[in-house]
């Protein structure tokens, strides 16, 4: 099993950035993948970036290239998620995602708004 645990939401505005962290904690060994989705109100959740465990690779969704930036830490214990130029768009709550070939583990997911 593994656990994911996300922060570092909040209040932005237009223009300005955020950094969201996620913790994961019980099997990290087994995780292949881990990656952040976003759900706006109304919204259906999408993908938002994702990194192999190996850190081999990034995808991103064409709304957030060249602004958002995903990354794990050395222990790969723990995904970030690097915001700049924050545009009102991207208000939405944002969720922490594993996986390890079978099964996927969310967080609770974090409030981002961008508004002046």
């Known amino acids: 099993q593994v656990q994911v645990v996300e922060s570092g939401g909040g209040l932005a505005q237009p223009g300005g950035s955020l950094r969201l962290s996620c913790v994961a904690s019980?099997?990290?060994?087994?995780?292949?993948?881990m990656a952040w989705y976003r759900q706006a109100p109304g919204q259906q959740r999408e993908l938002v970036a994702s990194i192999p465990s190996d850190r081999s690779t990034t995808n991103y969704a064409d709304s957030v290239k060249d602004r958002f930036t995903i990354s794990i830490d050395n222990n790969k214990s723990t995904l970030y998620l690097q915001m700049n130029s924050l545009k009102p768009e991207d208000t939405a709550v944002y969720y922490c995602?594993?996986?390890?070939?079978?099964?996927?583990?969310w967080g609770q997911g974090t409030q981002v708004i961008v508004s002046s």
């Open positions: 019980g099997r990290i060994s087994s995780i292949a993948r």
């Open positions: 995602n594993a996986y390890d070939f079978y099964k996927n583990y």
